[in-house]
RNA sequence: GGAGAGAUGGCUGAGCGGUCGAAAGCGGCGGUCUUGAAAACCGUUAAGGGGGCAACUCCUUCCAGGGUUCGAAUCCCUGUCUCUCCGCCA
């Protein structure tokens, strides 16, 4: 959420930062919602002012056994006023509410303009596009004909866009994610979290998911749960309603889980493989930082995340995401794209984004600095890195056509072979 | 699933329908003392919002939502969560 200040005072500007996100900002509107709520505001605590003065006077008058009876009369005047007024306001004040949740978070003034991911900016390439796999057999090719990747299996015992890994890719798919989690906590200082893999609603939206994206997210209605799109929202979600101390800044956290979308606007898209699942495994960095460091963290969440890509010896690069194709919290995002030899192509398998202080205020994460203020905090949430996207570069660059090599770096996770 | 108890500030915890934004302790901050620190002592310290250039001032908030009342942390109803006991169970 935005601070409702940019609207009281700059609206033109911020109207204008809004529409580089996509989102049309109508400012009449918006200022006679502003304008009437604010009236209706005073009228309430004006009446709530006399309310209160009068019926102490009251409280006053009974115990000196005096007579109230004309307090008593004008309170009930103002009761009457007071609900009507009360209720003009509320209606006003949730619409207002409803309005600001709905609208993004503005980009930072360095990002690239532009419309969608056409207009990303390359920042860096990494790694020599060779691959072993010289026929640029594509995963599914290389898995079914191991004989572990399942999905007609999956398919029939769930829906498509679902997979089933057998034996060996399993045990890849497992170690991936035990060896990213190992390189965050130990070199990259973040503290590992298992976290619910259903959260409420409450915290959904705390992200951001909700209200907007309702559609993209499986939610069990009769248990107002929702299955969660990544562990960004458990893991943000752990510090609403909470002052932290400044010296416990910056909160590094990682966990591995399952993220389910239900990936509602690609259909036709990506239909084929692993590539866009309904259930993805993922390892997810969160960091909760000073607002001073917010620049600095994503630099270093980036970098933590390259370092994973490193250890498994893949091409990548990375872009710097455009206004048009920055994410609804994001502020300033930077994603991975690791090489598919079988697309010839760089495709997206981490995205790290600032989200400055519009998580925060939903969830209302705040610390007290040195001076004793209490500010908002600015959070931070990158993959480091998608599991299953990491295991198809996997196979695609690692696979000579009869086995897939093993980087070392994962060799002590899968049992130590160099070759499977 | 059944029975009972509870939810109060950064934390622990007291609270009679009005004098309660709320005792006390801890913690934080400032000071005295000290070469420095600790201890001790003194002071200070909730959040959110409205109005005002400002000094300041007003409103809201004691789990959430309703209700009773001139007035609710306190009384009533509903919900959520936590704890204890019983049942079931990976």
């Known amino acids: 959420m935005l601070d409702i200040q940019l609207f009281r005072h700059n609206i033109e500007e911020t109207a204008a930062l809004l529409l580089k996100k996509g989102y049309q900002l109508d400012i009449d509107k918006f200022n006679q919602i502003e304008q009437t709520r604010k009236s209706l505001q005073n009228e309430q605590q004006a009446l709530q002012a006399s309310r209160n003065k009068l019926s102490k006077e009251v409280g006053d008058l009974k115990r000196n056994k005096q007579d109230a009876n004309s307090h008593l009369e004008e309170l009930n005047i103002i009761s009457e006023n007071l609900k009507n007024v009360t209720d003009q306001f509320n209606s006003i004040y949730e619409e207002q509410k409803q309005l600001l949740s709905e609208m993004p978070n503005i980009a930072s003034k360095d990002v690239p303009n532009g419309k969608d991911e056409h207009d990303n900016i390359e920042v860096k390439k990494h790694g020599e596009i060779n691959p072993l796999n010289k026929e640029s057999l594509d995963h599914v090719k290389i898995g079914e004909s191991l004989g572990l990747y399942l999905s007609e299996e999956a398919t029939k ?79 943000t979600n752990l510090v609403s309603d909470k002052i932290l101390k400044a010296d416990e800044l910056p909160l590094k956290m990682v966990s591995h889980s399952a993220c389910f979308r239900r990936e509602a606007g690609s259909y036709g898209r990506d239909t084929r493989g692993m590539i866009r699942q309904h259930q993805f495994d993922k390892v997810e960095m969160v960091q909760i930082v000073d607002p001073l460091n917010g620049l600095d963290a994503l630099n270093e969440m980036v970098s933590h995340a390259e370092n994973i890509l490193k250890a498994l010896d893949l091409p990548y690069r ?103």
């Open 157 to 235: 015992i769930a829906q498509s866009r679902f997979i089933v890994l057998k034996d060996k890719l399993a045990r890849i798919h497992r170690g991936l994610a035990q060896m990213m989690l190992d390189i965050h906590v130990n070199e990259h200082g973040y503290t590992e979290y298992y976290v619910p893999q259903l959260v409420n609603l409450k915290a959904m939206y705390g992200t951001g998911q909700l209200p907007k994206f309702s559609d993209d997210q499986f939610i069990l209605n009769d248990d107002n749960l929702a299955l969660i799109p990544t562990a960004e929202v458990p893991l």
């Open 318 to 420: 990375v872009v710097e995401l455009c206004t048009g194709d920055l994410g609804f919290s994001a502020f300033k995002t930077y994603d991975l794209e690791v090489w598919l030899p079988s697309q010839k192509t760089y495709r997206e398998i981490s995205s790290c984004s600032l989200c400055t202080d519009f998580q925060a205020r939903r969830i209302k994460a705040r610390y007290k600095n040195k001076a004793g203020d209490t500010n908002l905090v600015y959070t931070l949430n990158g993959s480091g890195v998608a599991v299953g996207r990491a295991m198809i570069a996997l196979l695609e660059n690692h696979y000579d056509g009869k086995h897939i090599h093993i980087p070392s770096a994962l060799r002590p996770y899968v049992g130590g072979k160099d070759v499977i």
